[in-house]
Structures are given as C-alpha cells and as structure tokens.
C-alpha cells in the first residue's frame, strides 16, 4: 500500500548545488507530476508526464529538469539551487478515467540558504 | 495573477456546526473543479468534485456548490468534526485527455473546535 513515495523527505542545500528529487508510484498509473507548495500560493504545477516517455512544463518549470524514467518513477532535477526554491514538494499521480484525482505523495522539504 | 482564489486563510466552527468554504475561479475555461483535504505532514488528498454541468454534488457530509455565472464554488461541511480540521484546497480544470493539469487555490485552514 505504498502508492506515490517521495525521497528525500527533506533536504537543506546551499544556493547554486543541485539535488535531485524521486518519486515513484507502485499503482501502475500513467500520469505523475511534480507540485511546489508555498504559503498562500496553493500548489502550482511545475512539470507533468503524461505518459511514459513523455513530459511537458506547467506553470513554473523554470530552474527545473524532469525525467519520466519509466512507468514508475518520475524526478525533478534543480541543477543550480536558488533561494527563490524553497518550498515543499509534491509528487503525484493519476490513473486514466478518475478525472482530477490526483494521488499525492507525503512531500519533500527543502531549503535552499 | 492567480486564477483560482480562496480569500479566507482560515476558518474557525464549532463542532457539529456547518463548515462553509469558498472559492473563486476567473478563468471562465475551468469546467471542472475539485476539493483537496491536506493534513500536516501528508500529501493533498482528494475529497469531492462537480462538473460545470452540474450545480450541486454530494458526498455523505460534504456537498459542493458551483455557481458559474459568479464563478464561484463551495464546499459544505454538516456535521463538522474536529477529524475535519486540514487545509482545504479547492482546484480547477479544464477537462481534456492531456492531463490533469489542475490550478489550485491557496487554501484555507479550517479547524473545528470540540
């Protein structure tokens, strides 16, 4: 019963390092996307997988890289941390039909000083 | 400019009483929209949802209201429970087959006093 698993749970790195962030999911969905939470900011959608091999930007995909590495398993890259990306991290996914029903993984926080 | 907009941060009712949350879309594309429970320390879960074809939609204590021509969209708690205390998230889509890119509100923190 693991459904969407996120790695780090949180991570504390210093401006200009890079991480990268897992998530895989075990319910053989085939949408999976990457949110930031900020306060008052909701959730905006940085990148999404539609399917496997495929990716597309969302809202804020600047300073980020994403790889769909298979059906399971989707990553979010910064390459060069900024302060401006701190924030909680959210992976998640969705199984064709269930419209909007997104299943989100417990998050990852990180910190960038 | 943030398209979908919770003007309350928080909300606070008493036990039993009905909770009242809202939301405000101004994207007059949005054609489906859902709610999203969030405990501390946990992801977002799914709560309810309602097409714009609809007006009312109903699940046991939870019922959401959309009003299209105020683009406007509610969620109803009766009875509230102090289990209900979360961040509630409401979201908006546009139903298309190129995924569930969905716009969220920036929440509202309800807690419900015993």
């Known amino acids: 019963n693991a459904g969407v698993t996120q790695t780090p749970k949180f991570q504390v790195l210093k401006t200009g390092q890079s991480m990268t962030l897992q998530c895989a999911q075990d319910?053989?969905?085939?949408?999976m996307y990457w949110y930031r939470q900020d306060p008052g900011m909701g959730l905006r959608l940085i990148y999404y997988?539609?399917?496997?091999?495929?990716?597309d930007k969302g809202e804020v995909p600047n300073g980020y890289n994403v790889s769909r590495l298979n059906k399971r398993e989707f990553s979010l890259r910064l390459e060069s941390a900024a302060p401006s990306q701190t924030s909680v991290y959210f992976c998640?996914?969705?199984?064709?039909?269930?419209?909007?029903?997104?299943?989100f993984g417990e998050g990852s926080r990180l910190t960038v000083l | 400019d943030q398209q979908v907009k919770q003007n309350s941060p928080s909300l606070s009712v008493q036990e039993g009483r009905i909770s009242i949350l809202n939301c405000d879309y101004t994207?007059?594309?949005?054609?489906?929209f859902l709610w999203y429970k969030k405990y501390p320390a946990e992801g977002p879960t799914f709560l309810i949802s309602?097409?714009?074809?609809?007006d009312k939609n109903e699940d046991g204590r939870f019922t959401v209201f959309l009003n299209k021509s105020a683009k406007h969209l509610s969620l109803h708690i009766v009875p509230s429970q102090p289990g209900d205390s979360a961040v509630y998230f409401c979201?908006?889509?546009?139903?298309?087959?190129?995924?569930?890119?969905?716009?969220f509100g920036g929440g509202t923190r309800l807690m419900v006093k015993p």
């Open positions: 998640a996914s969705d199984r064709q039909g269930a419209f909007g029903e997104l299943f």
């Open positions: 319910m053989n969905h085939n949408s």
């Open positions: 997988s539609a399917s496997e091999g495929t990716t």
């Open positions: 994207n007059s594309m949005f054609d489906y």
């Open positions: 309602i097409s714009s074809i609809k």
């Open positions: 979201a908006a889509t546009r139903f298309n087959n190129a995924g569930n890119m969905l716009t």
